[in-house]
């Protein structure tokens, strides 16, 4: 598949990470086209002819060459702002195959979305849909629109990414749903088409989906009584992928078991994670070892600024050698990054043999990588590149020092 080692080189597709950092240098984000493509078809395929639209979570890796990608082999797109939005419209993508989710949409951003034709809202809160009708009445439009609930099942995940339990601050009750449709149905500027539900992400079991899923199909039925008629069920993203080597989803028996239970309904799944997150790494340099009676330290030349997954939660990520066979220092490492900060590091205790200037991989870094970077420290962001086959693609140039303060202004006195 897209990252494997070929003469004991690491290669993304048939590119050796080495000429990449001749070319590119480091750090850098590398994609495997290959991955990404087969990755959503995997998904897409396995509805067979069932009514479905794969919708890419954008907040996963929103370069727009991903989008493109995507946009090409027939992918929909979940978007959470305007941003996003205007990124996968630029991409080349119809809105119509477009959902727009998110805790707080504003006036703009809703306005926005109905003048280019969104496919539906994913509608979180009673005051958010109050917005949604007052922006659509003034606009004289009506606005598609699904209610998220919040079906209160445990995704059995890292508690920042698990958003389907009472406690969270996503959608709406189960039992509050049933009132805030007869509104949206009773409204003439709201068109009550879905019914939308997230719980988590990174989940690598089945059951937390389908529990959820009983739910609100037991809502749907509620709906169906009262006339109201829901036309697509949109079970939001949250498969997980194998960072390490913990079990993960089968993606046609889970599919297969939802399709067991929809009947005819169109489904919409939101897929970040597992349509990117194995499809990129992050490659790093080593500047300096430094050891001290206790520990190793690797002091590499990428930050949790590039990566913030493994500082903010705790999160493992595979690291390679480029080269398989570069003999140094063997140690359990610590890689850390050049950041003023204890919490700066990308991955702690790996056995590894390691010189000044090696190159490292961090695996499984396409999702929620470079999306997730900043300038912390003022440090511009990394570069990132596509390959597909033998050919390599610059998709974002490396941040500049003049990029750095561009947009900011000295006071004059
Ligand atoms: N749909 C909604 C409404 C979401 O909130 C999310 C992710 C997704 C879809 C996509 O979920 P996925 O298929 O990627 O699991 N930064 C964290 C993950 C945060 C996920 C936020 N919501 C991480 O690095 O693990």
Known sequence: MGFSYQNHILHAESVPITDLMDAYESP?????????????RELDQAFGTHSHLVCYAVKANSNLAVLN???????????????????????????????FSGVAKTNTEIKR??????FCFNVESMAEMNRIEQVAKDMNAQAPISLRVNPNVDAKTHPYISTGLKENKFGVDMDEAVTIYKMAHDSPYLIVKGLDCHIGSQLIEVSPFLDALDKILKLVDKLDKINIHITHLDLGGGVGIKYDNEQTIDINAYIDSILDKVGDLKIILEPGRAVVGNAGVFITKVEFLKQNSDK???????????????????AYHQVLPVNENSKGIDAHWDLVGPICEAGDFLAKNRKLS??????????????????????????PRVAEVMVSGNQHTLVRERETIQDLFNKEHMIND
């Open 69 to 99: 990608v995507l946009s090409k082999i027939g992918s929909g797109f979940d978007v959470v702002s305007i941003g996003e939005l205007e990124r996968v419209l630029f991409a080349g993508v119809d809105a119509s195959r477009c959902v």
């Open 354 to 379: 390691l010189s000044e200037g090696d190159y490292l991989a961090l695996m499984s870094a396409g999702a929620y990588g470079f999306t997730m970077s900043s300038n912390y420290n003022s440090r």
């Open 28 to 40: 850098l984000y590398v994609y495997s086209r290959t991955d990404i493509e087969h990755n959503w």
């Open 113 to 118: 979305a109905l003048e280019v034709g969104i």
């Open 296 to 314: 190793s330290f690797a002091i590499i030349d990428g930050a949790m600024n590039d990566l913030l997954r493994p500082a903010f939660y705790q």
